[in-house]
């Protein structure tokens, strides 16, 4: 539900943006652009990685080389960061009644997070909607490394099971080969101003657990695994247009 209302805010987001750029100034459309995104969104697990998080958040840097024929060459960095991680890998240390208790025999204050990254490169197309516009349907597919971990905060320092790197027998560290398809609209406004776009992604990750075992459990890390996520993110864009006579920057 919750990767549901970050789509309906971005979705939201994009057509209010849009109705704000009715009284366009129209310029040259044609030649290549260099196109720099930042972006911010929302983002759900699916299958056996939804047993361990929740919905998340997450942030993206990338960038498009868009063709005079709207070919497109794509790179793109996303940071996952959220605070619902199901998997209680501390579940050993707690006492009947669900706390911890740190080395001064006081109740801990500790934090599991959920952080993760995708790095890919990959390409695509974008299918504009008009002849004199370069707005459309913007599909791509890449291809990368999805990571993901549990990331602890002891807000006192008081739990020795996971001071001083003995965290890292805990913290289910996955990283693999991942396939991410990519389908939105991106508006690149004919007065060149207003660039930005409304993105679903949709990750696959054949991946496995980096370390040898886990300390909790006390048995070995799954080799190999099937992580999937599906999530939508709204982008600004930073673009370069070139075409036979000037490169400028709009945005």
């Known amino acids: 539900m919750q990767g549901l209302k970050y789509f309906i805010f971005i979705f939201l987001l994009g057509i209010f943006i849009k109705s704000e750029a009715q009284d366009e100034v ?4 044609d030649g290549t652009i260099l196109d720099l995104g930042f ?28 063709s005079t024929k709207n070919w497109i060459v794509n790179s793109e960095f996303i940071y996952l960061f959220g605070d619902q991680v199901k998997e209680d890998v501390l579940a050993p240390f ?24 995708y790095l890919g490169l990959g390409g695509g197309k974008l299918f504009p909607l008009s002849k004199n516009s370069r707005s459309g349907i913007k599909l791509i597919v890449n291809a990368g490394i999805l ?6 905060t002891d807000e006192r320092n008081s739990v020795a099971q996971i ?14 080969f991942s396939i991410k398809e990519t389908v939105g609209y ?5 007065d060149r101003r207003l660039n930005f776009e409304i993105a679903l992604d949709f990750i696959q990750g054949f991946t496995s657990e980096v370390r ?40």
């Not at 299958?47 to 361990?52: A, F, S």
């Not at 009947?96 to 801990?108: F, K, R, T």
Request: charged share 20%; net charge positive.
């Open 26 to 29: 129209s310029k040259p459309v």
């Open 163 to 176: 001071r001083a790197g003995r965290q890292t027998g805990y913290d289910r560290l996955t990283r693999g």
């Open 212 to 251: 040898v075992y886990n300390f909790d459990t006390g048995q070995p890390t799954i080799a190999s695994r099937l992580d999937l996520l599906v999530g939508a993110r709204f982008v600004w864009n930073l673009a370069f247009y070139r075409n036979n006579t000037e490169a400028t920057i709009y945005y």
């Open 186 to 190: 991106k508006h690149l406004s004919k």
């Open 94 to 117: 707690r006492t009947s009644s669900g706390v911890i208790l740190g080395d001064d025999e006081q109740i801990a204050d500790i934090f599991l997070r959920q952080r993760g990254l």
């Open 147 to 152: 990571q993901h971990n549990i990331k602890f």
């Open 39 to 66: 972006g911010f969104g929302g983002i759900t697990p699916l299958g056996k990685l939804q047993e361990r998080y929740g919905s998340s958040l997450n942030f993206s840097l990338g960038g498009d080389y868009i």
